[in-house]
């Protein structure tokens, strides 16, 4: 018999195959492209029950990208008086570049933005050339890191235990590399 099973839980499983401990509980943070999941996962005798699940189906590394675009055309906005969202060619370039910004900033303290010839108006080419720091791109994105906490808890609440409980936290999804999400993580499951 053949059953489909939610991201979190495949990630449990395929992380519990290898464990030697029986009676372990943790909890899957898998936050992708497109949407946010939790599951609450124990393995014991044998067995991999799955606790509890819940999640923010509007809540993804999309929505991060999006930030950082946003701030972009923003910026150059002030500094150009020009609206690059009115250009789909310019816009899709803005797009590339701030999921690579958000990328770089897991691991860098700064990104160098560079897009050359962005757009061309009536004074000629307009360069978009910028830094954008981790602290900027955390202070754009807090809202959505802090919505985090809620299918968190409501997973541990619907699961009837406690962070402290939990044995483990396994992050699954490119945006659990980024350094505030991993904060928030550490804060919420201590």
Avoid: C, W
């Amino acid at each position: 018999m053949e059953r489909i099973i939610s991201e979190p839980t495949a990630a449990a499983i395929a992380y519990g195959l290898y464990q030697k401990n029986d009676n372990t509980r943790f909890l899957v943070f898998d936050l992708g492209g497109g949407t946010f999941d939790v599951s609450i996962i124990e393995i014991g005798d044998g067995l991999i029950e799955v606790l509890a699940t819940a999640g923010d189906n509007r809540l993804g590394g999309d929505d991060f990208d999006k930030k950082l675009s946003d701030y972009i055309v923003e910026e150059f906005r002030k500094t150009e008086g020009v609206n690059l969202s009115k250009d789909m060619t310019a816009m899709q370039r803005v797009k590339e570049e701030a999921e690579r910004v958000k990328k770089e900033l897991s691991f860098a303290q700064s990104v160098h933005v560079n897009l050359p010839f962005i757009i061309v108006d009536k004074s000629g080419p307009k360069h978009l050339d910028m830094m954008i720091t981790r602290e900027i791109f955390d202070r754009l994105t807090y809202d959505l890191v802090d919505r985090t906490a809620g299918p968190v808890q409501m997973a541990l609440n619907d699961a009837g235990i406690t962070a402290r409980e939990l044995s483990k936290v396994l992050l699954v999804g490119g945006s659990t590399r980024i350094p505030a999400v991993q904060t928030k993580v550490r804060h919420l499951t201590g």
